[in-house]
T-cell receptor
Framework: AQSVTQLDSQVPVFEEAPVELRCNYSSSVSVYLFWYVQYPNQGLQLLLKYLSGSTLVKGINGFEAEFNKSQTSFHLRKPSVHISDTAEYFCAVSDRGGAQKLVFGQGTRLTINP | KAGVTQTPRYLIKTRGQQVTLSCSPISGHRSVSWYQQTPGQGLQFLFEYFSETQRNKGNFPGRFSGRQFSNSRSEMNVSTLELGDSALYLC?????????????FGAGSRLTVL
């Protein structure tokens, strides 16, 4: 079984400041890793994914994440945030063995202040 | 390409009633998954269908059921509604099975049980 822990439920930052959203996972099997974003009254949108290869993954809207196998982490970063980045962010894992089921963290609400 | 379409977007039911939610996947996508999102439990996997067959099921009571049609459209049904079933129900589609597949989510159906 897998589990995902997002270490911060809320992160307030000022516009143009850098941000890091933290994600740790636990799994007895190898996993794929994802970050999704949810804007108010919308579904989830994929930001980026780690399947294999380079541990630094770049996604949409200037976000990137780094997979650290030894620390079982997949932290999301952006060097300079905008008001439009205000949303809830979810880290998720899926089983490399075949099941497509995503296990999500509890989410981090990112609030950008002007 | 049109995205994942969920209907209805909002609905209100009373305890004991049943509800059916519909999901039309992206054209060409054969896998449909359902997730429940609540403030307390977060995002939880309900079930996944591929080629009209349920491939995976989450830890929900038998009151929750679903099906997939030959055109890949899917429905989920909740019978004997309880207050705790109030949630945003998200449908996601992907081209095929496997943990590496990216899920594209719909905007969700928000169910309120009174």
């Amino acid at each position: 079984a897998q589990s995902v822990t997002q270490l911060d439920s809320q992160v307030p930052v000022f516009e143009e400041a850098p941000v890091e959203l933290r994600c740790n996972y636990s799994s007895s099997v190898s996993v794929y890793l994802f970050w999704y974003v949810q804007y108010p009254n919308q579904g989830l949108q994929l930001l980026l994914k780690y399947l294999s290869g380079s541990t630094l993954v770049k996604g949409i809207n200037g976000f990137e994440a780094e997979f650290n196998k030894s620390q079982t982490s997949f932290h999301l970063r952006k060097p300079s945030v905008h008001i439009s980045d205000t949303a809830e962010y979810f880290c998720a894992v899926s089983d490399r063995g075949g099941a497509q089921k995503l296990v999500f963290g509890q989410g981090t609400r990112l609030t950008i202040n002007p | 390409k049109a995205g994942v379409t969920q209907t209805p977007r909002y609905l209100i039911k009373t305890r004991g009633q049943q509800v059916t939610l519909s999901c039309s996947p992206i054209s060409g996508h054969r896998s449909v998954s359902w997730y429940q999102q609540t403030p307390g439990q977060g995002l939880q996997f309900l079930f996944e269908y591929f080629s009209e067959t349920q491939r995976n099921k989450g830890n929900f009571p038998g009151r929750f059921s679903g099906r997939q049609f030959s055109n890949s459209r899917s429905e989920m049904n909740v019978s004997t509604l309880e207050l705790g079933d109030s949630a945003l129900y998200l449908c996601a589609s992907s081209e095929s099975l496997g943990g590496a597949n990216v899920l594209t989510f719909g905007a969700g159906s928000r169910l309120t049980v009174l």
